[in-house]
């Protein structure tokens, strides 16, 4: 194979002779080009539709994951206001029962006659002092919901004795209340005493059940303690009266009085005024005839009207 070379610059022109190897070489590269391009194209397409879908899958993948993840949180979201809502619920619960703890300590405190601010519920606590650090502690998150439980578990326990104190300051205070002892009137001075004496009306030696307390007419008539009214108007001997059974055996009378401020089946509170000073019934003038019963028979008012109050 002969190849003619022509220059255009000088117009000479070069053959050269190919041999039989170098014929098939050439024939190789310019037969090899055309096809080495196409199957780089074709190479090249395929390799660009094969990352078309690997970026779609891909992009789908995580599509999906960030859909997961989304849901996880919402869920997440969810039990956290749950919760959040059910500690709230338990703070004010706690809130409420420490309201209750102020309100019965300061009634307990008001019972106990205590000084005030010695206990002043409605303030924290005094506390402090000097504080050091502790060694080889490490610091760990508490579980709120445990200290919560915890807290309400002291509040049930200081209220149980708290109740347990009020019960039995009212226990006392209900025995203070019933315990006989002081004198019938505001304003007098014990007349006639208990026992034999001489009749005022027949001048003859008889036994008087109580005792009598002259003053001016209409002052108050008091009850020396709580219970409940009996009776509640005239009486033969006794003119107008009242009577008023403490419990435990006790009853006492006061008689000749001018007005009943009570009726039968009131409840009256030591020292609350029940009747106004007369001379109703069998009397020489305004004074109050006061009578112990002890177990249904009289005993000397005396002993209880000289006794010191609990």
Known sequence: MKIIVVSRRHGSTRSFTLGGWTRALLSACIVGIPVGAATFAVTQMSHDDTSDVLSSKSAQAWEETLQ??????????????KKLAAMTLRVAELQARLVRLDALGERLTTMAKLDNGEFDFSRVPARGGPEQDLEDTGYAAPDFQQVLDQLGDQIDDRQQQLDTLEALMAKRKLQNDVFLAGRPIKKGWMSS?????????????????????????????????????????????????????????????????????????????????????????RSTGPHVHFEVYKNGRTVDPATYIHRASR
């Not at 003859?204 to 009996?230: C, L, N, P, Q």
């Open 68 to 81: 997961q993840q989304d849901a996880a949180i919402e869920i997440a979201k969810q039990e956290a206001e």
């Open 193 to 281: 005493r208990y026992g034999r004496r001489s009749d005022p009306f027949s001048g003859r030696i008889a036994w008087h059940a109580g005792v009598d307390f002259a003053g001016k007419e209409g002052s108050d008539v008091v009850a020396v303690a709580a219970g409940v009214v009996t009776w509640s108007g005239d009486r033969y001997g006794y003119g107008t009266m009242v009577e008023v059974n403490h419990g435990n055996g006790f009853t006492t009378r006061y008689g000749h009085c001018k007005e009943n401020l009570v009726k039968a089946g009131d409840v009256v509170k030591k020292g609350q005024v029940v009747a106004l000073m007369g001379s109703s019934g």
